[in-house]
């Protein structure tokens, strides 16, 4: 596979990081705008489209950690804090992590279908709790299609004060 391939490792875990997290968007059909390549000045790799107003989400894909363990800790940077902190609505962290290093077993084909041998935990990076240096991702968040109910939730929240 190495013949035809025209992204290095980190360019092919960050393309198949944004295909894992869509591909769980889609399951919830919900629709995400991907941010263009180079137009990530505000640090989100895309909008997730809820019909009352948008949340942005920052993906990233490792084979660093193991998908079991109880969380994963992903340095930030000091511009991406500053502008999840701008935000009016929610800003998502999501680690899709991979237990296999080699591409060729991140995916595995067989006569019932494909799965892809990855899953995804989130945090939310802004508001309370809003990171510093380092973004702690609890293991017990793991990024399913539930996950964008209370999402949706989160940014209504933003619009819709809750009753006391």
Known sequence: MDS???????AAK????????KSIFSQAAVGFN???PDEDA???DGSLEFAIAAARVQIKCSAQFKISGKSATWDS????RDSWKTSAVPVYFVLVILDYKDPVDWVQHHDK???QRAAAFWVRV?????PTDKILVPKTQRLT??????WEREVKSCFIPTMP
């Open 14 to 21: 960050g393309r198949f990081g944004v295909a894992y997290a």
């Open 4 to 10: 035809i391939a025209t992204l290095d490792l980190n």
């Open 113 to 115: 279908g494909t799965n």
């Open 42 to 44: 505000i640090a989100v």
């Open 77 to 80: 940077e000091l511009h991406w």
């Open 145 to 150: 299609a539930a996950t964008l109910e209370l």
């Open 126 to 130: 802004n508001g309370a709790g809003a």
């Open 34 to 36: 991907e941010t263009a």
